[in-house]
């Protein structure tokens, strides 16, 4: 099956720091999507981006399909960025997930 | 509208009781998944339904592990008979035109077997 590689696995910043944090398939994908897992847990959905590029206040994702990667840009990072970012990919009516970049941000 | 609701919250139980898991997705959208996360495994597809109909349920671990639809609006997922190792979060999403459609997930269900 299609494998889903984030990276990095972790990151700690500094607040006010940007970050890129990337998500490449081994197979190509209909679609992805871009998640935030916060730190209580909850699932917030970021982009639906199959590819293109898309933007949404400090956050923006490009996904390039043709190379089956996707990146995930946060700039100007607050605190309340911190937790686990996931990218999964749609394929064959399966939605894999990777394993996550886990974001720390310090006051 | 409300999002994905869950039910419960959490869950505590002791080692061999039924679990059911509930799950109310978003006016409308007509696929459902039960997902499952654990430290080790990370986020898994249990099951997803399409029309109330279970389409791929290849991910449900063993047999102890059922889910239903009966209308548009409810799921449970039932764990008969629960073990320590089922302790996980299950997460509820349902997406409005299939599989292929940006998902919405519910806030979990935190379930800790005894």
């Known amino acids: 099956g299609i494998q889903v590689e984030q990276s990095p696995p972790d990151l700690i910043l500094q607040e006010g720091a940007n970050s890129t944090l990337r998500c490449n398939f081994s197979?190509?994908?209909?679609?992805l999507q871009w998640f935030h897992q916060n730190p209580w847990g909850q699932l917030i959905n970021l982009f639906y981006i199959p590819s293109g590029t898309k933007q949404n206040g400090r956050l923006s994702a490009t996904t390039v399909a043709t190379e089956r990667y996707s990146l995930l840009y946060i700039s100007s990072s607050q605190t309340t960025d911190s937790g686990v970012y996931f990218c999964a990919g749609y394929r064959d009516d399966k939605i894999i997930f990777g394993k996550g970049t886990r974001l720390h941000i310090l006051p | 509208d409300a999002g994905v609701i869950q039910s419960p919250r959490h869950e505590v139980t002791e080692m061999g009781q039924e679990v059911t898991l509930r799950c109310k997705p978003i006016s409308g959208h007509n696929s459902l998944f039960w997902y499952r996360q654990t430290m080790m495994r990370g986020l898994e597809l249990l099951i997803y339904f399409n029309n109330n109909v279970p389409i791929d349920d290849s991910g449900m671990p063993e047999d102890r592990f059922s889910a239903k639809m009966p209308n548009a609006s409810f799921s449970t997922l039932k764990i008969q008979p629960s073990e320590p190792r089922d302790s996980a979060v299950y997460f509820c999403?349902?997406?409005?035109?299939?599989?292929?459609?940006?998902?919405?997930f519910g806030q979990g269900t935190r379930l800790t077997v005894v």
């Open positions: 197979d190509s994908v209909n679609n």
């Open positions: 999403a349902s997406s409005p035109l299939g599989v292929n459609t940006e998902a919405f």
